[in-house]
T-cell receptor, first 115, second 112 residues
Framework: GAGVSQTPSNKVTEKGKYVELRCDPI?????LYWYRQSLGQGPEFLIY????????DSGLPNDRFFAVRPEGSVSTLKIQRTERGDSAVYLC?????????????FGSGTRLTVV | GEDVEQSLFLSVREGDSSVINCTYT??????LYWYKQEPGAGLQLLTY?????DMKQDQRLTVLLNKKDKHLSLRIADTQTGDSAIYFC????????????FGTGTLLAVQP
């Protein structure tokens, strides 16, 4: 597609439930990043994929968070046993192999609210 | 660790110039970016500068980089009400991940 697509745009879930957030990157972009943006803050890095593999997952806050990119294109961020503190906007970005001077194209994000 | 800092708020009158400042800590950063975020929207890349440059101009936008002081600024000439948004400075991690480290954002309010 023309841009990075994230679905759903909004998700409200109950505490303790499982959620999946989807990112469809720009076709041909090998690098894919997930960020989390809490209210009043800048985005914080969660995980980076180069192709199908998670090359850096050092930003995942704990083992309730997991992400996959099985075919090197679409990625899914999975959160188990959600907590109210997980409420945030989850942003996905893709780039041509690490951004360089071309920057990173961000999706519009998924706003997750845990009640 | 890496850190990027920005002032939280800037108010200007329409037609004036705006200058948004940013400091960063990672001296190995190769690229520095400015992103714009409007309410309820994603991040829009405005401009970027390579670390071996001092200045970059792109229409109404001028980026100044002082690598010695690790200081980056974004100047918007002839600021318009449509420029009202949050502006994020970001440095590209100098390691293999190339992840972005963002500041907390500066809210620019343009008064008519």
């Amino acid at each position: 597609g023309a841009g990075v697509s994230q679905t759903p745009s909004n998700k409200v879930t109950e505490k303790g439930k499982y959620v999946e957030l989807r990112c469809d990157p720009i076709s041909g972009h090998t690098a894919l990043y997930w960020y989390r943006q809490s209210l009043g803050q800048g985005p914080e890095f969660l995980i980076y994929f180069q192709g199908t593999g998670a090359a850096d997952d050092s930003g995942l806050p704990n083992d309730r968070f997991f992400a996959v990119r099985p075919e090197g294109s679409v990625s899914t961020l999975k959160i188990q046993r959600t907590e109210r503190g997980d409420s945030a906007v989850y942003l996905c970005a893709s780039s041509l192999s690490g951004g360089a001077g071309y920057g990173y194209t961000f999706g519009s994000g998924t706003r997750l609210t845990v009640v | 660790g890496e850190d990027v800092e920005q002032s939280l708020f800037l108010s200007v009158r329409e037609g004036d110039s705006s200058v948004i400042n940013c400091t960063y800590t990672d001296s190995s950063s190769t690229y520095l970016y400015w992103y714009k975020q409007e309410p309820g929207a994603g991040l829009q890349l405005l401009t970027y500068i390579f670390s071996n440059m001092d200045m970059k101009q792109d229409q109404r936008l001028t980026v100044l980089l002082n690598k010695k002081d690790k200081h980056l600024s974004l100047r918007i000439a002839d600021t318009q009400t449509g420029d009202s948004a949050i502006y994020f400075c970001a440095e590209r991690d100098g390691g293999a991940t190339n992840k972005l480290i963002f500041g907390t954002g500066t809210l620019l309010a343009v008064q008519p």
